[in-house]
């Protein structure tokens, strides 16, 4: 569940980034939490699912 939401993120981001999207500050926000999801999944090293 969380890898696909983080995959989920990072696509949208990719996406928008392409498409030269004017909300820059919500697509790096989607980034940004992506990273922080994907940090915090390989601190704990919980399989959360």
């Not at 990719?14 to 390989?42: P, Q, S």
């Amino acid at each position: 569940m969380l890898w696909s939401l983080i995959g989920i993120l990072i696509v949208i981001w990719v996406i928008a980034f392409l498409a030269k999207a004017t909300a820059g500050g919500l697509i790096h926000l989607l980034l940004i939490v992506a990273v922080i999801m994907l940090a915090y999944r390989l601190i704990t090293g919980r399989n959360i699912t």
